[in-house]
Protein backbone atom coordinates (compact mmCIF):
# COMPACT_ATOMS: atom_id res chain seq x y z
CA UNK A 1 0.00 0.00 0.00
CA UNK A 2 1.34 3.35 -0.92
CA UNK A 3 2.11 5.81 1.71
CA UNK A 4 0.21 9.15 1.51
CA UNK A 5 3.34 10.75 3.05
CA UNK A 6 4.84 10.58 -0.52
CA UNK A 7 2.10 11.27 -2.81
CA UNK A 8 2.52 14.90 -4.84
CA UNK A 9 -1.62 15.50 -3.67
CA UNK A 10 -0.40 15.17 -0.05
CA UNK A 11 2.73 17.32 -0.48
CA UNK A 12 0.41 20.42 -2.28
CA UNK A 13 -2.47 19.67 0.41
CA UNK A 14 0.00 20.15 3.27
CA UNK A 15 0.71 23.62 1.68
CA UNK A 16 4.44 23.77 2.09
CA UNK A 17 4.65 27.32 1.14
CA UNK A 18 2.90 28.72 4.09
CA UNK A 19 3.54 32.84 2.99
CA UNK A 20 0.85 32.31 0.69
CA UNK A 21 -1.55 31.84 3.27
CA UNK A 22 -2.33 35.21 4.21
CA UNK A 23 -4.25 37.74 2.25
CA UNK A 24 -3.40 41.14 1.21
CA UNK A 25 -6.81 42.22 2.19
CA UNK A 26 -6.32 40.96 5.77
CA UNK A 27 -3.57 43.45 6.38
CA UNK A 28 -5.29 46.20 4.72
CA UNK A 29 -7.98 45.85 7.18
CA UNK A 30 -5.08 45.92 10.02
CA UNK A 31 -3.66 48.90 8.38
CA UNK A 32 -7.40 50.82 8.89
CA UNK A 33 -7.56 50.17 12.22
CA UNK A 34 -4.11 51.30 13.06
CA UNK A 35 -4.34 54.88 11.49
CA UNK A 36 -7.95 54.87 12.71
CA UNK A 37 -6.13 54.31 16.45
CA UNK A 38 -3.56 56.71 15.48
CA UNK A 39 -6.00 59.51 14.34
CA UNK A 40 -7.91 59.11 17.92
CA UNK A 41 -4.45 59.29 19.65
CA UNK A 42 -3.21 62.52 17.83
CA UNK A 43 -6.67 64.18 18.00
CA UNK A 44 -6.89 63.16 21.72
CA UNK A 45 -3.53 64.78 22.79
CA UNK A 46 -3.75 68.06 20.83
CA UNK A 47 -7.24 68.49 21.68
CA UNK A 48 -8.17 67.32 24.95
CA UNK A 49 -4.55 67.23 26.92
CA UNK A 50 -3.33 70.14 24.63
CA UNK A 51 0.36 68.46 24.33
CA UNK A 52 2.61 70.44 22.24
CA UNK A 53 3.03 67.86 19.25
CA UNK A 54 4.18 68.04 15.49
CA UNK A 55 0.55 67.71 14.11
CA UNK A 56 1.11 67.97 10.80
CA UNK A 57 4.19 66.20 10.67
CA UNK A 58 2.51 63.31 12.76
CA UNK A 59 -0.04 63.47 9.92
CA UNK A 60 1.87 63.28 7.56
CA UNK A 61 3.52 59.79 8.81
CA UNK A 62 -0.25 58.90 8.96
CA UNK A 63 -1.22 60.13 5.54
CA UNK A 64 1.54 57.64 4.46
CA UNK A 65 -0.29 55.01 5.87
CA UNK A 66 -3.55 55.73 4.22
CA UNK A 67 -1.09 56.30 0.88
CA UNK A 68 0.11 53.20 1.21
CA UNK A 69 -3.57 51.33 1.83
CA UNK A 70 -5.26 52.62 -1.01
CA UNK A 71 -2.69 52.05 -3.27
CA UNK A 72 -2.65 48.27 -2.35
CA UNK A 73 -6.18 48.39 -2.85
CA UNK A 74 -6.58 49.47 -5.85
CA UNK A 75 -3.64 47.90 -7.79
CA UNK A 76 -3.77 44.53 -6.19
CA UNK A 77 -6.80 42.36 -6.54
CA UNK A 78 -8.83 41.44 -3.17
CA UNK A 79 -7.81 37.79 -3.40
CA UNK A 80 -4.24 38.39 -3.49
CA UNK A 81 -2.25 36.76 -1.05
CA UNK A 82 1.49 37.38 0.23
CA UNK A 83 4.25 35.69 -0.78
CA UNK A 84 7.27 35.74 2.04
CA UNK A 85 9.06 38.70 1.06
CA UNK A 86 5.81 40.47 0.26
CA UNK A 87 4.73 39.58 3.77
CA UNK A 88 7.98 41.05 5.20
CA UNK A 89 7.97 43.71 3.56
CA UNK A 90 4.20 44.80 4.46
CA UNK A 91 5.18 43.92 8.25
CA UNK A 92 8.61 46.24 8.30
CA UNK A 93 6.57 49.03 6.54
CA UNK A 94 4.08 48.84 9.37
CA UNK A 95 6.89 48.80 12.28
CA UNK A 96 8.77 52.14 10.39
CA UNK A 97 5.40 53.96 10.12
CA UNK A 98 4.81 53.57 13.49
CA UNK A 99 8.29 53.80 15.11
CA UNK A 100 8.37 57.26 12.97
CA UNK A 101 5.39 58.37 14.39
CA UNK A 102 6.46 57.36 18.02
CA UNK A 103 9.75 59.47 16.87
CA UNK A 104 7.61 62.57 16.57
CA UNK A 105 5.88 61.98 20.15
CA UNK A 106 8.35 61.16 22.72
CA UNK A 107 9.97 57.87 22.03
CA UNK A 108 9.82 55.71 24.84
CA UNK A 109 8.42 58.04 27.34
CA UNK A 110 5.06 57.82 25.16
CA UNK A 111 3.19 54.83 26.43
CA UNK A 112 2.28 53.92 22.68
CA UNK A 113 5.05 52.50 22.72
CA UNK A 114 3.95 48.97 23.47
CA UNK A 115 2.20 48.87 20.16
CA UNK A 116 5.98 48.10 18.05
CA UNK A 117 5.50 44.60 19.64
CA UNK A 118 2.50 44.28 17.08
CA UNK A 119 3.82 44.04 14.11
CA UNK A 120 6.23 41.72 15.35
CA UNK A 121 3.88 39.28 17.21
CA UNK A 122 2.02 39.04 13.28
CA UNK A 123 5.12 38.56 11.84
CA UNK A 124 5.67 35.47 13.92
CA UNK A 125 2.57 33.83 13.20
CA UNK A 126 2.84 33.45 9.35
CA UNK A 127 7.03 33.69 8.33
CA UNK A 128 10.18 31.67 8.15
CA UNK A 129 12.41 31.34 11.28
CA UNK A 130 14.93 33.39 9.79
CA UNK A 131 12.15 36.19 8.12
CA UNK A 132 11.28 36.30 12.10
CA UNK A 133 14.56 36.57 13.37
CA UNK A 134 15.41 39.44 11.21
CA UNK A 135 11.81 41.49 12.14
CA UNK A 136 12.88 40.64 15.61
CA UNK A 137 16.72 42.45 15.05
CA UNK A 138 15.13 45.49 13.16
CA UNK A 139 12.44 46.43 16.11
CA UNK A 140 15.10 46.51 19.26
CA UNK A 141 17.37 48.12 16.96
CA UNK A 142 14.25 50.73 16.76
CA UNK A 143 13.40 50.24 20.16
CA UNK A 144 16.86 51.12 21.29
CA UNK A 145 17.27 54.59 19.05
CA UNK A 146 14.07 55.53 20.55
CA UNK A 147 15.49 55.68 23.68
CA UNK A 148 17.87 58.39 22.34
CA UNK A 149 16.42 60.37 19.62
CA UNK A 150 13.26 61.43 19.63
CA UNK A 151 11.29 64.23 19.86
CA UNK A 152 10.13 65.36 23.26
CA UNK A 153 6.45 65.44 24.33
CA UNK A 154 5.34 68.99 26.15
CA UNK A 155 2.87 69.99 28.07
CA UNK A 156 0.50 73.46 26.98
CA UNK A 157 2.75 75.32 28.98
CA UNK A 158 5.52 73.81 27.60
CA UNK A 159 6.91 71.81 30.46
CA UNK A 160 8.95 68.47 29.00
CA UNK A 161 7.12 65.35 29.89
CA UNK A 162 10.13 62.72 30.97
CA UNK A 163 10.28 59.42 32.52
CA UNK A 164 12.87 58.42 35.28
CA UNK A 165 15.47 57.05 33.33
CA UNK A 166 14.55 53.98 35.29
CA UNK A 167 11.23 53.63 34.25
CA UNK A 168 12.29 54.17 30.51
CA UNK A 169 14.85 51.16 30.98
CA UNK A 170 12.13 49.38 31.89
CA UNK A 171 10.14 50.33 29.13
CA UNK A 172 12.98 49.41 27.05
CA UNK A 173 13.27 46.24 28.52
CA UNK A 174 9.79 45.11 29.05
CA UNK A 175 9.33 45.96 24.90
CA UNK A 176 12.14 43.76 24.34
CA UNK A 177 11.15 41.07 26.62
CA UNK A 178 7.76 41.07 25.06
CA UNK A 179 9.21 41.29 21.77
CA UNK A 180 11.19 38.15 21.97
CA UNK A 181 8.86 36.24 24.13
CA UNK A 182 5.60 37.04 21.80
CA UNK A 183 7.20 36.41 18.46
CA UNK A 184 8.74 32.40 20.03
CA UNK A 185 5.52 31.72 21.55
CA UNK A 186 3.35 32.91 18.29
CA UNK A 187 5.39 30.94 16.43
CA UNK A 188 5.55 28.03 18.07
CA UNK A 189 1.70 27.67 18.77
CA UNK A 190 1.08 28.81 14.77
CA UNK A 191 3.35 25.93 13.97
CA UNK A 192 1.95 23.18 16.24
CA UNK A 193 -1.28 24.08 14.66
CA UNK A 194 -0.05 23.64 11.32
CA UNK A 195 1.20 20.41 11.95
CA UNK A 196 -1.41 18.94 13.99
CA UNK A 197 -3.59 20.34 10.91
CA UNK A 198 -1.31 18.52 8.37
CA UNK A 199 -1.27 15.19 10.39
CA UNK A 200 -5.39 15.41 10.62
CA UNK A 201 -5.54 15.61 7.26
CA UNK A 202 -3.18 12.75 6.57
CA UNK A 203 -5.11 11.07 8.61
CA UNK A 204 -8.63 11.62 6.52
CA UNK A 205 -6.47 10.39 3.49
CA UNK A 206 -5.28 7.09 5.07
CA UNK A 207 -8.52 6.48 5.80
CA UNK A 208 -10.36 7.24 2.67
CA UNK A 209 -7.81 5.38 0.62
CA UNK A 210 -8.59 2.18 3.56
CA UNK A 211 -12.38 2.85 3.22
CA UNK A 212 -12.10 2.19 -0.50
CA UNK A 213 -10.41 -1.23 -0.19
CA UNK A 214 -12.92 -2.17 1.92
CA UNK A 215 -16.08 -0.53 -0.67
CA UNK A 216 -14.46 -3.24 -3.18
CA UNK A 217 -17.64 -5.48 -2.92
CA UNK A 218 -19.52 -2.15 -3.74
CA UNK A 219 -18.24 -1.41 -6.84
CA UNK A 220 -18.64 -5.15 -7.67
CA UNK A 221 -22.39 -4.82 -6.42
CA UNK A 222 -22.49 -1.57 -8.97
CA UNK A 223 -20.97 -3.40 -12.08
CA UNK A 224 -23.68 -6.67 -11.43
CA UNK A 225 -26.03 -4.00 -12.11
CA UNK A 226 -24.58 -2.19 -14.74
CA UNK A 227 -23.68 -5.36 -16.69
CA UNK A 228 -27.76 -6.49 -16.41
CA UNK A 229 -28.75 -4.18 -19.28
CA UNK A 230 -26.78 -6.07 -21.91
CA UNK A 231 -27.31 -9.53 -20.67
CA UNK A 232 -30.77 -9.00 -20.70
CA UNK A 233 -30.13 -7.74 -24.29
CA UNK A 234 -28.21 -10.74 -25.64
CA UNK A 235 -30.79 -13.16 -23.95
CA UNK A 236 -34.25 -11.63 -25.83
CA UNK A 237 -32.12 -11.91 -29.13
CA UNK A 238 -31.32 -15.18 -28.22
CA UNK A 239 -34.48 -16.27 -27.64
CA UNK A 240 -35.42 -14.73 -31.19
CA UNK A 241 -33.13 -16.10 -33.20
CA UNK A 242 -34.01 -19.64 -31.68
CA UNK A 243 -37.41 -19.11 -33.25
CA UNK A 244 -36.00 -18.28 -36.30
CA UNK A 245 -33.58 -21.46 -36.89
CA UNK A 246 -36.32 -23.86 -35.89
CA UNK A 247 -35.47 -25.80 -39.41
CA UNK A 248 -31.98 -25.07 -38.51
CA UNK A 249 -30.74 -27.46 -35.70
CA UNK A 250 -27.67 -26.99 -35.82
CA UNK A 251 -27.80 -23.12 -35.60
CA UNK A 252 -30.93 -23.12 -33.27
CA UNK A 253 -28.24 -25.42 -30.70
CA UNK A 254 -25.34 -22.82 -30.70
CA UNK A 255 -28.22 -19.76 -30.30
CA UNK A 256 -29.30 -22.00 -26.74
CA UNK A 257 -25.76 -22.30 -26.04
CA UNK A 258 -25.58 -18.21 -25.78
CA UNK A 259 -28.55 -18.42 -24.25
CA UNK A 260 -27.44 -20.59 -21.52
CA UNK A 261 -24.08 -18.94 -20.95
CA UNK A 262 -26.00 -15.55 -20.55
CA UNK A 263 -28.37 -16.76 -17.95
CA UNK A 264 -24.81 -17.58 -16.17
CA UNK A 265 -23.01 -15.08 -16.48
CA UNK A 266 -26.72 -13.32 -15.06
CA UNK A 267 -26.55 -15.31 -12.26
CA UNK A 268 -22.59 -15.11 -11.75
CA UNK A 269 -23.06 -11.38 -11.54
CA UNK A 270 -26.06 -11.37 -9.34
CA UNK A 271 -24.12 -13.79 -6.93
CA UNK A 272 -21.26 -11.15 -7.03
CA UNK A 273 -23.56 -8.55 -5.90
CA UNK A 274 -25.07 -9.83 -3.21
CA UNK A 275 -21.75 -10.95 -2.17
CA UNK A 276 -20.54 -7.08 -2.43
CA UNK A 277 -23.11 -5.68 0.01
CA UNK A 278 -23.81 -8.71 2.26
CA UNK A 279 -20.97 -11.15 2.39
CA UNK A 280 -20.48 -11.45 6.58
CA UNK A 281 -16.66 -11.59 5.67
CA UNK A 282 -16.80 -7.71 4.32
CA UNK A 283 -17.94 -6.78 7.74
CA UNK A 284 -16.07 -9.00 10.27
CA UNK A 285 -13.33 -11.49 9.86
CA UNK A 286 -11.67 -13.48 12.96
CA UNK A 287 -9.10 -11.34 15.16
CA UNK A 288 -5.71 -13.07 13.94
CA UNK A 289 -7.11 -12.65 10.25
CA UNK A 290 -7.62 -8.83 11.22
CA UNK A 291 -4.45 -8.30 12.33
CA UNK A 292 -2.35 -10.11 9.34
CA UNK A 293 -4.51 -8.55 7.11
CA UNK A 294 -3.15 -5.31 8.17
CA UNK A 295 0.75 -6.60 8.56
CA UNK A 296 0.63 -8.19 5.26
CA UNK A 297 2.19 -5.61 3.37
CA UNK A 298 5.31 -5.73 5.30
CA UNK A 299 5.44 -9.76 5.66
CA UNK A 300 8.34 -9.34 3.01
CA UNK A 301 10.08 -6.74 3.89
CA UNK A 302 13.57 -8.83 5.00
CA UNK A 303 12.12 -8.86 8.58
CA UNK A 304 10.40 -11.90 10.44
CA UNK A 305 7.31 -11.44 11.43
CA UNK A 306 6.07 -13.43 14.04
CA UNK A 307 2.48 -13.75 15.06
CA UNK A 308 1.28 -15.25 18.82
CA UNK A 309 -1.98 -15.79 20.41
CA UNK A 310 -1.72 -15.44 23.71
CA UNK A 311 -5.93 -15.96 24.74
CA UNK A 312 -7.33 -16.32 28.30
CA UNK A 313 -7.48 -19.72 28.95
CA UNK A 314 -10.90 -20.18 29.29
CA UNK A 315 -11.23 -18.53 26.25
CA UNK A 316 -8.13 -20.56 23.55
CA UNK A 317 -10.92 -21.98 21.90
CA UNK A 318 -12.72 -18.82 21.10
CA UNK A 319 -10.93 -16.63 19.17
CA UNK A 320 -12.81 -13.45 19.04
CA UNK A 321 -14.59 -11.88 15.29
CA UNK A 322 -13.55 -8.53 15.59
CA UNK A 323 -15.15 -5.82 12.98
CA UNK A 324 -12.56 -5.55 9.84
CA UNK A 325 -13.30 -1.48 10.36
CA UNK A 326 -10.64 0.81 8.19
CA UNK A 327 -9.36 2.44 11.10
CA UNK A 328 -8.28 -0.31 12.86
CA UNK A 329 -6.45 -1.79 9.50
CA UNK A 330 -4.72 1.02 8.56
CA UNK A 331 -3.89 1.82 12.47
CA UNK A 332 -2.46 -1.28 13.24
CA UNK A 333 -0.52 -1.73 9.42
CA UNK A 334 1.20 1.83 10.40
CA UNK A 335 2.11 0.39 13.73
CA UNK A 336 3.42 -2.81 12.04
CA UNK A 337 5.48 -0.85 9.58
CA UNK A 338 7.29 1.31 12.30
CA UNK A 339 8.15 -1.81 13.75
CA UNK A 340 9.71 -3.34 11.09
CA UNK A 341 11.37 0.20 9.67
CA UNK A 342 13.46 -0.01 13.12
CA UNK A 343 13.71 -3.38 13.80
CA UNK A 344 16.95 -5.21 13.33
CA UNK A 345 15.64 -8.73 12.08
CA UNK A 346 12.58 -9.99 14.04
CA UNK A 347 9.07 -8.13 15.20
CA UNK A 348 6.19 -10.10 17.76
CA UNK A 349 2.86 -9.57 16.97
CA UNK A 350 0.89 -10.79 20.13
CA UNK A 351 -2.92 -10.83 20.39
CA UNK A 352 -4.56 -11.95 23.35
CA UNK A 353 -8.41 -11.29 24.45
CA UNK A 354 -10.25 -12.14 27.62
CA UNK A 355 -14.00 -11.74 28.32
CA UNK A 356 -13.74 -8.13 28.26
CA UNK A 357 -10.60 -6.52 26.39
CA UNK A 358 -8.51 -7.23 23.49
CA UNK A 359 -5.78 -6.60 23.43
CA UNK A 360 -2.57 -6.29 20.92
CA UNK A 361 1.22 -5.84 21.58
CA UNK A 362 3.71 -4.98 18.65
CA UNK A 363 7.17 -5.55 19.88
CA UNK A 364 10.72 -5.34 17.81
CA UNK A 365 14.13 -5.80 18.61
CA UNK A 366 15.54 -2.67 17.20
CA UNK A 367 16.68 0.06 19.79
CA UNK A 368 13.67 1.38 21.13
CA UNK A 369 12.52 4.69 21.71
CA UNK A 370 14.80 7.31 23.24
CA UNK A 371 13.99 8.02 26.78
CA UNK A 372 13.63 11.79 25.65
CA UNK A 373 11.15 11.40 23.52
CA UNK A 374 9.12 8.74 25.43
CA UNK A 375 6.32 11.87 26.73
CA UNK A 376 5.89 12.90 23.22
CA UNK A 377 5.19 9.89 21.35
CA UNK A 378 2.17 10.13 19.15
CA UNK A 379 2.54 13.76 18.46
CA UNK A 380 3.00 14.49 14.66
CA UNK A 381 6.34 15.16 12.80
CA UNK A 382 8.42 14.05 15.88
CA UNK A 383 12.26 13.76 13.58
CA UNK A 384 13.17 10.63 14.60
CA UNK A 385 14.39 7.69 17.26
CA UNK A 386 17.74 8.15 16.41
CA UNK A 387 19.96 10.37 13.63
CA UNK A 388 21.83 7.48 13.11
CA UNK A 389 18.35 5.41 11.93
CA UNK A 390 17.95 7.46 8.84
CA UNK A 391 19.22 6.29 5.38
CA UNK A 392 20.09 2.61 5.20
CA UNK A 393 17.44 1.48 7.94
CA UNK A 394 14.61 3.57 7.02
CA UNK A 395 15.06 4.00 3.24
CA UNK A 396 12.34 6.57 1.78
CA UNK A 397 11.05 7.27 5.21
CA UNK A 398 11.33 10.44 7.10
CA UNK A 399 10.31 10.47 10.84
CA UNK A 400 7.75 8.02 12.72
CA UNK A 401 5.66 10.79 14.12
CA UNK A 402 3.35 11.29 11.30
CA UNK A 403 3.16 7.27 10.97
CA UNK A 404 2.46 6.90 15.05
CA UNK A 405 -0.25 10.01 14.87
CA UNK A 406 -2.12 8.56 12.06
CA UNK A 407 -2.20 5.18 14.11
CA UNK A 408 -3.31 6.69 17.17
CA UNK A 409 -5.88 8.63 16.13
CA UNK A 410 -7.70 6.03 13.80
CA UNK A 411 -7.34 3.27 16.56
CA UNK A 412 -8.76 5.74 19.13
CA UNK A 413 -11.37 6.35 17.06
CA UNK A 414 -12.78 2.56 17.57
CA UNK A 415 -12.30 2.84 21.34
CA UNK A 416 -8.95 1.59 21.33
CA UNK A 417 -6.21 2.93 24.50
CA UNK A 418 -2.37 2.87 23.22
CA UNK A 419 1.07 2.66 25.25
CA UNK A 420 4.43 2.91 24.42
CA UNK A 421 7.05 1.33 26.16
CA UNK A 422 10.47 0.07 25.85
CA UNK A 423 11.59 -3.76 26.67
CA UNK A 424 14.72 -2.60 28.23
CA UNK A 425 16.87 -0.13 28.88
CA UNK A 426 18.49 1.30 25.91
CA UNK A 427 21.36 2.22 27.37
CA UNK A 428 22.25 -1.07 28.07
CA UNK A 429 25.21 -3.19 26.75
CA UNK A 430 23.55 -5.23 23.55
CA UNK A 431 25.03 -8.46 25.16
CA UNK A 432 22.84 -7.82 27.99
CA UNK A 433 19.85 -6.87 26.47
CA UNK A 434 16.80 -9.71 26.20
CA UNK A 435 15.37 -10.31 22.60
CA UNK A 436 12.31 -8.61 22.87
CA UNK A 437 14.48 -5.33 23.54
CA UNK A 438 13.18 -2.91 21.38
CA UNK A 439 10.11 -1.09 21.41
CA UNK A 440 6.75 -2.01 22.46
CA UNK A 441 3.20 -0.92 21.80
CA UNK A 442 0.06 -1.92 23.28
CA UNK A 443 -3.43 -1.06 21.83
CA UNK A 444 -6.15 -2.58 24.22
CA UNK A 445 -10.17 -2.56 23.18
CA UNK A 446 -12.80 -2.71 25.44
CA UNK A 447 -13.99 -5.81 23.81
CA UNK A 448 -17.66 -4.76 23.26
CA UNK A 449 -16.02 -2.33 20.91
CA UNK A 450 -15.16 -4.12 17.92
CA UNK A 451 -16.84 -7.22 18.92
CA UNK A 452 -18.62 -8.76 16.16
CA UNK A 453 -20.20 -11.26 17.54
CA UNK A 454 -21.64 -9.78 21.02
CA UNK A 455 -22.44 -6.69 22.12
CA UNK A 456 -23.77 -2.84 20.84
CA UNK A 457 -21.45 -3.63 17.31
CA UNK A 458 -22.33 -7.48 16.48
CA UNK A 459 -23.31 -7.89 12.88
CA UNK A 460 -26.42 -9.78 12.06
CA UNK A 461 -25.64 -13.68 11.81
CA UNK A 462 -26.18 -15.14 8.26
CA UNK A 463 -25.03 -17.42 5.92
CA UNK A 464 -22.31 -15.80 3.64
CA UNK A 465 -23.62 -15.38 0.00
CA UNK A 466 -21.93 -18.23 -2.40
CA UNK A 467 -20.67 -17.25 -5.70
CA UNK A 468 -20.97 -19.19 -8.37
CA UNK A 469 -17.79 -20.61 -10.17
Known sequence: MADVRTDPEFDLMMGR???NWIRLRTMILLRWAAIVGQLAAIFVASRFYNLQIEVGPCLLVVGIAVVGNLVAMFIFPETKRLSEI???????????QLSLLLFLTGGLHNPFAILLVGPVTVAATAMSTRSILLMNAVAITIVTLLVIYHLPLRTELGYEIRMPSIFVFGNWAAIIIALVFLSVYSNRVTSEMHAMADALTATQMALAREQKLTDLGGVVAAYAHELGTPLATIKLTSAELMEELDDRPELAEDAALIRAQADRCRDILRSMGRAGKDDLHIRQAPLMEVIRLAAEPHIDRGKLIRFE????????????SVLRRPEIIHGIR?????????????????????????????IDDGPG?????????GDPFMARRRSGTRGKARPG??????????????LERTGAELSFANGSDPFLDPAERAERSGAIVEVTWPRDRIDARQGPNAVPLGENQLILP
Do not use: C
Not at 86 to 96: G, K, R, S, Y
Not at 309 to 319: I, K, R, S, Y
Not at 334 to 362: G, M, P, Y
Open 17 to 19: NRG
Open 369 to 377: YPQHVMGRI
Open 334 to 362: NLVQNAVDFSKSQVWVEAAWTADRITLRI
Open 397 to 410: YEGMGLGLFIAKTL
Open 309 to 320: ENPDPALADAQP
Open 86 to 96: ENFATVLFDLL
